[in-house]
């Protein structure tokens, strides 16, 4: 049985994505700061270990490392999914509010992947990071949540150049507007209202869709895609900076 590892997994995507590997026959190591949440996300799923770990923390990461080592776990796929969003503008973002978006999008990343290096090159395994559509058009208040997210993309094809020559395939998923919680709680009617008019398929993705390429890339159906920058986001990067007006 395969194994992926999923960070952020006690809820959102991180948490469909574990669900869509287990229904595809994976076991799953889920990732998350948030011990109860994620000890609720793990209540009554099958043939999953749920490791309270701080992606963000050098010794944590560490540790959770040397735990999966010292079991024998092999790692066919690392889910760098966790991630923080701080808005606001670059007048209004201090020192830092810019350093904690960054020690989780992209420190944690880093620090995951050098870590687990060795056995997903051992397995030949996968790297799936998570960005935004943020990493790849600018916007207002996202001065240092997009700019976490562009260099995810280029950590991503880093992964992919330096990894390939041991089977190590890297790819970036970049996510538009997705029905989360919270996205939920901090869209207005009236933001969700103009995503819609500028997304061309007129309405949000779900937690399922976007896990649904995850684990894609993760499979033997994409054994030869590797350092791609995939959006999924109903068309809206493609839109530019076209107007819904003018479509």
Not at 27 to 38: F, G, N, S, W
Not at 109 to 118: D, G, K, T, V
Not at 137 to 142: K, V, Y
Not at 176 to 188: E, I, Q, S, Y
Request: hydrophobic residues 45%; charged residues 15%.
């Amino acid at each position: 049985m395969k194994t992926a590892i999923v960070t952020g997994a006690a809820r959102g995507i991180g948490l469909a994505t574990t669900r869509q590997f287990l229904d595809q026959g994976w076991q799953v190591v889920m990732i998350d700061r948030d011990e109860p949440a994620l000890n609720d996300a793990a209540l009554g799923l099958m043939n999953v270990d749920p490791i309270t770990c701080d992606v963000s923390q050098p010794d944590q990461v560490a540790n959770m490392a040397a735990t999966l080592r010292s079991g024998g776990t092999s790692i066919d796929a690392l889910v760098n999914n966790a991630g923080v969003a701080e808005f606001g503008p670059i007048a209004e973002t201090d020192f830092e509010t810019w350093r904690k978006v960054m020690e989780t999008n992209l420190d944690g990343i880093f620090l995951m992947s050098q870590a687990l290096r060795e056995s997903l090159c051992a397995a030949q395994g996968a790297i799936v990071n998570i960005a935004s559509i943020s990493g790849l058009r600018a916007s207002t208040l996202r001065v240092a949540y997009g700019t976490s997210k562009a260099a995810v993309i280029q950590l991503t094809r880093q992964q992919a150049v330096e990894l390939g020559e041991f089977g190590v395939r890297a790819n970036c998923v970049c996510p538009g507007p997705v029905d989360t919680k919270l996205a939920l709680a901090v869209h207005t009617p009236e933001i969700r209202a103009a995503y819609h008019d500028a997304i061309p398929l007129n309405r949000y993705g779900t937690e399922d869709e976007i896990a649904a390429m995850i684990t894609f890339l993760c499979s033997p159906s994409a054994s030869y895609v590797t350092g791609q920058v995939i959006a999924v986001d109903g068309g809206f990067e493609a839109t530019g900076v076209g107007l819904p007006a003018l479509r």
